[in-house]
């Protein structure tokens, strides 16, 4: 499993000259965010020895010149600069500014001496792209927030993202998805390094669990990053999402592609980061969760509306994606929802969604054509999943639902 990989001893080296394990340096650059940007100086940089928690000692140094400015208009001073990350055996990356420009070449050289003097280096969600650029995660498995993803991936193709995972533990290079997994990481680290009891403690100081379950499946927007748009695969996958409603697998959409499927798995990957296969089985569950949602058809309408071959199979995948039955997500949905909204947004669906495939010369449910219009109008972290009201604080959870990254 990543998060609790059984490399992590194996690919642990022993540290050379100054660095010391328990000497933790965070990497900070101009343009992070601050809440990012907290959570190590939270964690390593505070002394919490009477709560059982054993001491690390912080070292923030800035990666550029500074002053540092952050989110808000806020301006930074680190203390230390490049060079005190040499007395580091951790060093970390709490973001990196933009996943779009490159990292300045004296921080990812130094990030790249303290890894080959034996250093652990952790990204935290966008700071996956330093250490990328770094090639410190060349072939190996890692993750970063689900949004950033296929950009990852497409810019690194040598490097196995992950977007399900809250983290990946690959030994010596640690990363995390978005804000919450980067506390989850940071507990990592400390369970690995003093154990259980250790982490519990600090985690009750923080007010957080100490270990959660899952990944980040129930948060992801499954539609394509803008780049797929002047690709010829995007007609293919316009097609898949038009389609959702009918039977067809991933060799039907390599067909449609006139590659073969293994052509048609690599070129898939390397746009989106994600396997075919696991992009239309989730496109699928959104769908179904929609129709959940939005109409008062049973669940065994709803499987074959949404191309399952039967009504376990959406049960099996719904469960395994947002932790609940189909039916336990509707009842807890209704039951948060005011009754007119359900029945006016049931009637639009209605209207919407076609019971045997679309009509001649009409185009298929706005519903599972809007990702298409991914490439001309909507940004990576945009989808059409449920109103923020649904997710209003203070309303009961729906099955399966943590706070988002």
Known sequence: MSQDSATATEAARKLTGRRRREVVAVLLFSGGPIFESSIPLSVFGIDRQDAGVPRYRLLVCGGEEGPLRTTGGLELTAPYGLEAISRAGTVVVPAWRSITS???AEALDALRRAHEEGARIVGLCTGAFVLAAAGLLDGRPATTHWMYAPT???RYPSVHVDPRELFVDDGDVLTSAGTAAGIDLCLH???TDHGTEAAGALARRLVVPPRRSGGQERYLDRSLPEEIG???LA??????????????DVETLAARAYMSRRTFDRRFRSLTGSAPLQWLITQRVLQAQRLLETSDYSVDEVAGRCGFRS???LRGHFR????????AYRAAYRARRPQGVAESAATVVETMVPSQG???????????????AVAASMGPGEHSLPGPDAYAPGRPALPGQRSAP
């Open 311 to 313: 009504p376990v199979a």
């Open 189 to 191: 680290i400390v369970r």
């Open 152 to 154: 990852l991936a497409k």
């Open 102 to 104: 490159p990292p300045p």
């Open 320 to 327: 395994r994606q947002l932790g609940s039955s189909p039916a």
């Open 230 to 232: 002047s690709d010829p």
């Open 235 to 248: 007609e293919v996958v316009a097609w898949a999402l038009e389609h959702l409603h009918e039977q067809f």
């Open 358 to 372: 679309p009509p001649s010369g009409r185009r298929g449910s706005p519903l599972s054509a809007a990702p298409v």
